[in-house]
């Protein structure tokens, strides 16, 4: 299934194949969850939300034309502007308190592993908390996400040279932050 | 810090790509080569998600969300090859998916056998063909039975349908989202550029109509309807086209030759057989009643061959040629031509006119000799009986055609003449742009709010009753505001905008409706979505000029906030990403340059910018100036003014501190025109950041003169009452000068009063035939 490109999925999508949309779902929902968890503590809402951005896509599929902006960033913005809405209504942002990952299931799967690695996500995510809004957006879409420069720029509406920019600020920002906590 | 994010984002590309970190440190300054290591550490965290196991309930009911949405489209597939297998291969994989699980297999069978009782109970109650009825999923699917279907659309024993509450929820986000993110989608947006269709097939009874810009109209006989264009059409003898405003219309015929017809223009097509060369001899004859024509005829020689235009003030026959037509309103008619030679005759007298040149005809008179042309665009200086554009004075006539009230300081087209005597005649003058020194723009934060005067960023701006002011502003606010400087460095505000913080990006531009539809209209060929939110003025119709506000989405999508009829001078303006550079298109618009156009240095493709601009005649957009929206300046001044002094700097009468930060590029002096940017400081004070020149060559506009040369002494040439012109290495010859060659220079005249030959073109070489004198008789040429 993974060698069928997204354009053809979505184009079988778009013309009312489920199984498509399956397929695209099976692709992506492992990286949207992804992207929502960085920003949503509670597992089980991050797991409803990343299901409501497949709604989403679903409900505004017809509207979708690959005019040089990949799927990936289309779907990412659309996870993007839930998160916004989701923080509008709760009136904050729902970042992973440190106290509460070791309640992640990440612990469950392979302890040993796990906890080196979640360690380091820890202190990331902590980390990333210091950082401006727009920056730590670029960070995780960028280096937790996966998304190219350019798309990160389609789902934040900026120009690449602008995300170019705060990318560069972003980490310097997060080494600062990294190494303040390394103090404390 | 541009270079090194640019230099940084490189090694990211390298780290990406698979190059060891040690590698991608290389050259690397030390803060960069740490961000670098930061980069390789964060992806080398592994934050997994879920196992799938958490998501299988989801992902049934994202799929069944999928089917209940798209099952519409399924039908409509009809028999097409997908990627995919059919509807039932795929929810049974589904099911098979669900039954290896056995939690949810024992439920899943009973709810199957469930099923099965309530299939045979219905279908023998002879329900089932209603029911089959109701869905309208079922007898289009091709591949499958309508018993296969059955089983496969009653699959909810294995697919938990959505909730209402669910369901709801994702509407309210999609609804609260804002505007401009693809989640608010209501309506299907449409691009604000479409394609445009092939040209029909013509032959050499018929010519092709190409709607360029605004809209055309065809009529059939004196009694015809109007019938409009639909971007393309066809024409043949006995029937007109006329354009309307804002308007370019493109007619081909079969012989390769084209009409270019401006807006407002009237054409009948008279006679019309283009037979290519070699056939039989090309006739095209037309009646120009109104407007611009410019006409590329193909080269014929052939016997009998003709290609005529009648207009009110004579008529013109070629051969072979560019010529242009202009008929304006009280009936003047000037005939000219850029290559080839073109024939008029009216009242018995003819007038051959040469590259360079052009004619007068006024209706019931007979045509002018052949002038030579001159044309250009610049700065009013002067107006009344002689007006001085470019720094060359023009004589005005009765005839002259002035379009859009131009001022002493704005910018316009001259198309003119000189005389036999040297004097320059002004045929039409169009204004192009309002004076573009003492404009002043602003983005700050607004303090004060009072009847006639705001304040901004500390400066207090002049605010009156046709101060534009766009948006709920209130203290706090931060706003663009654009105007002009007066006399003692007093702001007036001409226009002030909300800059708020709604996805998408502002434009506005004065246009021509062209078609109107539920979800788009088509105005001044660009594609205006229209939603719920959209306010339009009830009763506008096709045809009318409008106001167009809105803001651009992404896929070039322009999305109409409001329409209202226009009483205002063609001007646009809208912000959005560069997408080329020469030539210049944003946010999916192409649009001209002039050598007034200001643009902000540094600007590059994928930059966000602003464009102003002025709608020409035709249609064209022109920018009047670029500017830069990339990190946006707050509390900065930004205006064009002429140099008073240098020392102490003054500009526009404004004296300006100059600091040793203060960024001075160019060569600078007294007259040239420059761009200030100002920063405001807190204290109300101004501190220059920059002064750079705009236009080094333009001034107050540049020429195109026609004219033959009298004379050539050493290096330089004699142009009849022109002054002499030295040719050196600035000036860029094409062609060998000789006396009595036709030439057309490019001239611009400076601020200093000195004035600049950019560019020298031979036009053509006159051939001297000495012929012996004619015979007896009046010797016209008509025929």
Redesign the interface.
């Known amino acids: 299934m993974t060698d069928?490109s997204d354009t053809?999925?979505v184009k079988?999508?778009?013309?009312?194949?489920?199984?498509?949309?399956?397929?695209l779902?099976?692709r992506y929902?492992?990286?949207i969850?992804?992207y929502v968890?960085?920003r949503v503590y509670d597992?089980h809402r991050a797991?409803d939300l990343?299901?409501?951005v497949?709604?989403?896509m679903?409900?505004?599929?017809?509207?979708?034309?690959d005019?040089g902006?990949p799927f990936s960033a289309?779907l990412y913005?659309?996870a993007h502007?839930?998160l916004?809405?989701h923080f509008?209504k709760e009136n904050r942002a729902e970042w992973v308190p440190i106290s509460h990952a070791e309640n992640s299931?990440?612990r469950i799967?392979n302890p040993s592993v796990v906890l080196e690695?979640q360690l380091?996500?820890e202190w990331?995510l902590k980390a990333l908390e210091k950082l401006d809004e727009i920056q730590r957006e670029v960070?995780i879409l960028r280096?937790?996400a996966d998304l190219s420069?350019k798309e990160v720029a389609?789902v934040l509406?900026k120009?690449?040279?602008?995300v170019?920019?705060i990318?560069?600020r972003g980490?310097?920002a997060?080494?600062i932050a990294?190494s303040e906590m390394a103090k404390e | 810090m541009q270079d090194l994010d640019s230099l940084l984002q490189d090694k990211i590309d390298l780290l990406e790509v698979g190059e060891s970190l040690d590698t991608c440190l290389m050259d690397l300054p030390e803060q960069e080569a740490n961000l670098l290591k930061l980069v390789a550490t964060i992806r080398k965290v592994d934050f997994s998600a879920p196992e799938g196991s958490e998501f299988t309930e989801q992902r049934s009911q994202v799929l069944n969300y999928a089917q209940q949405t798209l099952k519409g489209k399924q039908i409509s597939n009809g028999g097409r090859d997908t990627a995919f297998p059919n509807l039932l291969d795929q929810v049974r994989s589904i099911l098979d998916r669900l039954l290896s699980r056995r939690e949810l297999a024992f439920g899943a069978v009973a709810l199957l056998v469930m099923f099965a009782c309530v299939f045979l109970f219905l279908a023998t109650a002879g329900l089932m063909g209603w029911m089959i009825n109701q869905d309208n999923q079922v007898a289009e699917v091709p591949g499958i039975s309508t018993a296969e279907f059955e089983s496969i659309d009653k699959q909810p024993i294995v697919i938990t349908p959505l909730t209402t509450e669910q369901i709801a929820a994702t509407e309210a986000v999609a609804q609260a989202t804002p505007a401009g993110s693809p989640t608010d989608v209501a309506v299907e947006y449409v691009p604000v550029t479409r394609a445009t269709p092939a040209l029909p097939e013509i032959d050499p009874k018929t010519a092709a109509v190409q709607v360029m810009q605004g809209s055309a109209q065809i009529q059939t006989g004196d009694e015809g309807e109007w019938v409009t264009v639909n971007q393309v059409g066809t024409l043949v003898a006995g029937q007109r086209i006329r354009t309307g405003k804002f308007s370019k219309v493109i007619l081909t015929f079969y012989d390769g030759s084209e009409v270019h017809l401006g807006a407002n223009t009237v054409i009948f097509v008279d006679e019309l057989d283009a037979q290519p060369t070699g056939k039989a001899p090309r006739i095209v004859k037309l009646t120009q009643r109104l407007g611009e024509t410019e006409h590329i005829v193909t080269s014929r020689d052939e016997k009998g061959a003709r290609y005529k235009i009648t207009t009110p003030g004579g008529i013109g026959t070629v051969q072979g040629t560019k010529f242009s037509v202009l008929v304006t309103e009280d009936l003047l008619t000037r005939f000219a031509v850029t290559e080839g030679e073109l024939e008029v005759n009216n009242l018995n007298k003819a007038v051959v006119v040469k590259p360079g040149q052009s004619t007068i005809t006024i209706a019931g008179q007979k045509p002018s000799e052949a002038v030579f042309q001159i044309n250009g665009e610049g700065e009013v200086s002067q107006i009344g009986l002689a007006w001085i554009i470019s720094g060359q004075s023009f004589q005005i006539t009765k005839h002259t055609n002035i379009v859009g009230d131009p001022q002493v300081g704005d910018l316009v087209r001259v198309e003119g003449y000189t005389t036999f005597d040297g004097k320059n005649v002004a045929v039409r003058i169009l204004l192009l742009q309002h004076a573009l020194t003492n404009q002043f723009t602003l983005t700050g934060e607004v303090e004060e709010i009072g009847g006639g005067l705001w304040k901004v960023s500390g400066q207090e701006l002049v605010v009156n009753d046709e101060t534009s002011i766009e948006g709920d502003i209130e203290i706090g606010d931060t706003v663009y505001v654009s105007g002009v400087i007066l006399t003692g460095g007093t702001l007036l505000a001409e226009r002030i905008i909300l800059v708020d913080e709604t996805p998408g990006l502002a434009f506005f531009f004065v246009g021509l409706v062209q078609e109107i539809y539920d979800n788009y209209w088509v105005i001044s060929d660009r594609v205006i979505s229209i939603d719920g939110n959209s306010t339009i003025t009830p009763g506008i119709a096709v045809g009318d000029l409008v106001v167009v506000r809105g803001r651009i989405l992404e896929d070039d999508i322009w999305l109409a906030r409001s329409i209202t009829l226009s009483s205002n001078e063609a001007t646009f303006e809208f912000t959005g990403i560069v997408q080329t550079i020469d030539p210049w298109t944003v946010s999916g618009i192409s649009f001209e340059m002039r050598d007034w156009t200001i643009v902000e240095p540094g600007i590059e493709a994928g930059d966000l910018v602003r464009v102003n601009g002025t709608i020409l005649s035709d249609g064209t957009w022109v920018a009047t100036r670029i500017s830069s929206l990339e990190n946006l300046p707050l509390h900065v001044i930004v205006f064009v003014g002429i140099v008073n002094s240098t020392a102490p700097w003054v500009v526009n009468g404004l004296p300006l501190v100059i600091s040793d930060d203060t960024i001075i590029t160019g060569e600078i002096t007294v007259g040239t025109p420059v761009i200030v940017t100002i920063q405001l400081m807190e204290d109300g004070t101004w501190v220059v950041l920059s002064i750079r020149p705009i236009h080094p060559l333009f001034g107050f506009g540049c020429l195109s003169v026609n004219a033959p040369v009298t004379g050539i002494t050493g290096n330089q040439i004699i142009l009849g009452n022109w002054a002499p012109i030295t040719l050196d290495d600035d000036v860029d010859v094409d062609g060998e000068i000789k006396v009595n060659s036709v030439i057309l220079f490019h001239v611009c005249g400076l601020h200093d009063g000195t004035v600049v030959i950019i560019q020298i073109i031979v036009i053509y070489q006159p051939v001297i035939i000495i012929v012996p004198p004619p015979p007896k008789g009046n010797g016209n040429h008509n025929g």
């Open positions: 069928i053809i999925l079988d999508a778009q013309d009312g194949n489920v199984h498509a949309v399956g397929a779902y099976d929902q492992p990286r969850y992804k968890r960085t597992h797991q990343t299901g409501e497949f709604l989403l679903i409900k505004n599929l017809s509207s979708y034309r005019m902006v289309w913005r659309i502007n839930l916004i809405n509008h299931h990440h799967s690695q380091e996500l990331l960070i280096f937790l420069l389609h509406n120009t690449v040279s602008a170019k920019a990318q560069h980490l310097l997060l080494k990294l």
